[in-house]
């Protein structure tokens, strides 16, 4: 599972790494991303021509080869039975959805097979719950700051994790690329 | 630091409430009641799961405490306001047709679906026709929205939202504001009863034309939810409402088959006759 995190300054990011990266995705995504809620949003169809992306509903299956978006105003867990869950409790950083409840899930769910990501923006959600992945055995990675329009999110999970991976958006495609290649050779 | 829970520790806490206070969360979604733990340990300074277990053994005020704190009672006015907007187009026309109109608000929380609901049923000329039923599990919320208090700072966002759900009145005229909080209009509010009501153990009370139940069941199991799907089948008149929160589902539910879709996007279901 790849979980994607980022606020201000990442949309631009995000469209660059699903459109780079190769068509046949290997694994599941997952998108936390801020956004604005009650108000209508395209955001699903606007991040990729390329692949479709899903909004997924409450206790609807995780899928493999899929990418799921986190919904406007709710919280994306994942239920130990491979399914999506939905909650509406308080945002956290000011966030709902919130990349470090979505994260810490994803380390609960995935140990080791968990990769997380975080992306551009203006707060300091995603550091703690990146550190909860990597204690879990899985691999964290950040938008190299200087990359970064805002570089508060990427800075704060890089003191938080020292063990995270700084890659531009050309490294990490190649860094995903490599892993999905060397996921098949398991196989 | 998150104070850690295995799954054995969730379920030993799960039996061990169950037994002592006779609350039933054995049919909760895991991942949030587990993460509403953890966040309840962080905000009471406990150490870890057999200091809370001790604590809960021992001391029923702090157990009442917790159970304030687990169950999500998180509101708003007129959230999503396109569902809003479709409720007085697609059902408010259909409920007008009858003589008394019963409507059953569960696990409403501190009120503000139910304060809404009940200023789309006002500018359609129902409310002096409607009898509001709005329950919850939680007391505290319960007594909380008897007071119809809501924060001040809030009602800037629930006037945007309000307008979008195709409100035309000024939406100050339905609360008095003091320095802190908006009250909703005693006047509006005269044909609501709160009261305490459990969807996993209680059971049909009346007969309804219309319930809302929204963003409740994604802190349930599919078990569960099927149970409250029957139990809110068995308390719809033939061809009664019901709306559920908008990414909440009834596809992975068998219970689906015995209602019809009025609006897929903005959840909006149908008993089928």
Redesign the interface.
Known sequence: MIAIGGSAGSLPVLAELLEQLPVSIDCTMMIIVHRLK?V?SDLDRLLSLKAPII??????PILSRRIYLA?Q???L????EGTF??????PLHYSRPSID?SF??VA?AFGPRALGILLSGASKDGA?GMQ?IIAAGGTGIVQDPATALFDTMPLAALELCPEALSMSITDMVHFLTELKMSAKHDQ | MIKEISNEELETLVSLIHRQYGYDFSDYARSSLKRRFQRFMGYAYIGGVTELSDRLLQDAAFFERMAQFITVNVTEMFRDPLFYKTLRELVLPRLATYPIIKIWHAGCATGEEVFSMIILLQEAGLLERCRIYATDLNAVSLHKAEKALIPLKCMKDYTQNYLQSGGMEDFSNYYMADDEHAVIDQALRRNIVFFQHNLVTDQVFNEFQLICCRNVFIYFNKQLQDRVLRLFYDSLAPLGYLTLGLKESMMFSEESARFDAVSAVHKIFRRKS
């Not at chain 1, 909004?55 to 609807?60: F, N």
């Not at chain 1, 867990?77 to 130990?80: N, P, Q, R, Y």
């Open positions: 009650n209508p909004e997924p509903e409450d206790k609807q919904p105003n709710y919280h867990l994942i239920e130990d869950a939905l909650d509406y409790s308080e409840v810490a899930s609960e703690a909860r």
